[in-house]
Structure formats: structure tokens, C-alpha cells
Antibody, heavy 117, light 108 residues
Framework: QVQLVQSGAEVRKPGASVRVACQGS????????IHWVRQAPGHGLEWMAW????????RYAPKFQGRITVSRDTSISTAYMDVRKLKSDDTAMYYC??????????WGQGTTVIVSS | SSELTQPPSVSVAPGQTATITCSGD??????TYWFQQRPGQAPVLLIY???QRPSGIPERFSGSISGTTATLTISGVQAEDEADYYC???????????FGGGTKLTAL
């Protein structure tokens, strides 16, 4: 079946970096956008970026431009999001989502990132 | 502006109809999507391209658009529909995506 599986929870200190991985299976990974969305505890969904895996083209929300990088490795059907200079308010659940058929209709299970000294 | 505005909460008695609105300047030009998120779970797509329902989504969920306001209607609300609901669209250049602030639906 079509699914996205994300990497496990991470704990980082302020100022550090983190990489979250998102592996697709059950479909042609290169053909569908991957979006990154985060949700801080008790808050709503926040769109961060998208990547078109086939071309590698990316777009970032202005808020995150310069502090995050989205990439992919098509040989293993995996997208990555790197977040640098972490702050405490980056503590959140990070999701990847694919626009497979209707829109953001396939979601990963989420990756918890905790930023704490 | 690419902001989307939703009411923070909506309450409705079970069996009644709930309406959740989403306002944004770009909505006349950009498609609106609606998601349901239950506690501790990833969001689920309910409506795409303003009014379309993915396969597997119950018919009681419907979407509509009028000018700068999109609406999610849930007919015959059930207890299991208690969740957070988010609208999502794009900026006027179709470059960025944006979510509304979310609406918590309570079935009284």
C-alpha cells in the first residue's frame, strides 16, 4: 500500500541541527510532491516546504527560508528535512505528506523533535 | 495575503449539522482542502479542490466555496467527528501552502 514512514524521535540542544527522514513506498516516489508540515504542542498545522522528488525543485515558507533544507535520495525513495539553529519553539511533531492523488492525502506517522537544554 | 481564518471552535448537538468556515483573500483563485485531525493522529484529507470528497470519506462531509469563504459542512454530526479541522490553500502565486488556524469541533 502507499505509505510514508518517518524516522524516529529526536532530542537536540538549542543551536543544534536535526534531520528528519521520510521514506515512501507503494508508489513512484519521483512523481509526487512531498510536503513538510509541523505542529507545535497544542498548536495548529504549519506548512514548511515542498519538494518535487523527480526534479529536486523546492519551495520554502518565507518564515523558514535559510534555516531549513529539503532534499531527497531517489535511490531509496526518501525525502529529508534539515533544520538548523534549533530553538525551543522548534519543539514539535514534524510530518511529511505526499500529494499522491487528491492533495496531501498520504501522511507519515510524524516525527517528534524536542529542543531542550 | 495568504492567511486563512477559521473560528477556534464550533459546538453542535449530535445529529445536527456543523459548519466550519475558512476565509482568505486568495480562495477565489486557489483550491481549498479540508483535513480532520484526531488527538495523537496525523491529519486526514476530507475534501479536495473545494468540493470533492476522496474515496472512503463519508458523504456527510461536504465542501463549498463562495467568494473568499470556503465552508466545510458535516451533516448528522456523530460523536466520532469530534476533532480538529483545518483548511488549507495556497498563496495567490500557487507557490506556498498555508493552513488555517484550525477549528475544534465539539459534539455536545
Amino acid at each position: 500500500q502507499v505509505q510514508l514512514v518517518q524516522s524516529g524521535a529526536e532530542v537536540r540542544k538549542p543551536g543544534a541541527s536535526v534531520r528528519v527522514a521520510c521514506q515512501g513506498s507503494g508508489y513512484r516516489f519521483t512523481d509526487f510532491y512531498i510536503h513538510w508540515v509541523r505542529q507545535a504542542p497544542g498548536h495548529g498545522l504549519e506548512w514548511m516546504a515542498w519538494i518535487m522528488p523527480g526534479s529536486g525543485v523546492t519551495r520554502y515558507a518565507p518564515k523558514f527560508q535559510g534555516r531549513i533544507t529539503v532534499s531527497r535520495d531517489t535511490s531509496i525513495s526518501t525525502a529529508y528535512m534539515d533544520v538548523r539553529k534549533l530553538k525551543s519553539d522548534d519543539t514539535a511533531m514534524y510530518y511529511c505528506a505526499a500529494t499522491y492523488f487528491y492533495g496531501m492525502d498520504v501522511w507519515g506517522q510524524g516525527t517528534t523533535v524536542i529542543v531542550s537544554s | 495575503s495568504s492567511e486563512l481564518t477559521q473560528p477556534p471552535s464550533v459546538s453542535v448537538a449530535p445529529g445536527q449539522t456543523a459548519t466550519i468556515t475558512c476565509s482568505g483573500d486568495a480562495l477565489p483563485e486557489e483550491n481549498t482542502y479540508w483535513f480532520q485531525q484526531r488527538p495523537g493522529q496525523a491529519p486526514v484529507l476530507l475534501i479536495y479542490k473545494d468540493t470533492q470528497r476522496p474515496s472512503g470519506i463519508p458523504e456527510r462531509f461536504s465542501g463549498s466555496i463562495s467568494g473568499t469563504t470556503a465552508t466545510l459542512t458535516i451533516s448528522g454530526v456523530q460523536a466520532e467527528d469530534e476533532a480538529d479541522y483545518y483548511c488549507q490553500s495556497a498563496d495567490s502565486s500557487s507557490t506556498y501552502r498555508v493552513f488555517g488556524g484550525g477549528t475544534k469541533l465539539t459534539a455536545l
